[in-house]
């Protein structure tokens, strides 16, 4: 059943044209759920399968913390990176670090990734790469083909011990 606010309430009950329209009635509610069950388990549509998104939450984590990263890729890619200087690591030199994820055969994937104490508060970006690597039995040799990109802004914020007391 829909919540109706004070105001819609109030509105329903002075007008009889719209009481006489809630009045109708609605289908069971056994129809209703099993539709979404239906249409989560149908083909993606061809526009969906060739899309690329990428989603960090929390959108402004602190340093110490860890976010989750979700990814929809193209369905012909079969791995995916993502690369930040956000996410360096702890005695590393390096400024910039990939992560790799693997994706499933709708092109999704997830991963929590630690963000360092010791990466710079600030404004980042979050480069995703959609990728289709293939490797050749004999020679042992992998061609990485990159399928798609997509970047999204993080801003890490300072850590702060206070949030914890």
Not at 9 to 22: D, E, Q
Not at 47 to 58: A, E, F, V
Not at 105 to 115: A, H, P, Q, S, T
Request: with cysteine; charged share 20%; glycine share 6%.
């Amino acid at each position: 059943m829909r919540s109706v606010t004070g105001t819609a309430a109030a509105v329903l009950l002075a007008s009889p044209a719209t009481a006489t329209l809630a009045a109708v009635p609605c289908p069971p509610a056994a129809a209703n759920a099993a539709a979404p069950v239906a249409a989560s388990r149908g083909p993606l549509p061809k526009d969906w399968k060739k899309r690329t998104s990428l989603r960090i939450l929390p959108q402004w984590p602190r340093q110490n913390d860890t976010v989750r990263v979700f990814v929809h890729c193209p369905t012909k890619a079969n791995h995916a990176l993502i690369g930040s200087t956000a996410f360096t690591l702890k005695g590393s030199w390096r400024i910039y670090r990939e992560v790799g994820l693997g994706l499933s055969d709708r092109g999704l994937g997830r991963r929590g990734v630690g963000i360092s104490y010791y990466a710079f508060p600030g404004d980042h970006l979050a480069h995703l790469k959609c990728v289709k690597v293939t490797i050749d039995e004999h020679t042992r040799l992998r061609k990485v083909r990159v399928i798609s990109r997509f970047t999204v802004p993080l801003v890490v914020r300072p850590f702060r011990l206070r949030r914890f007391l």
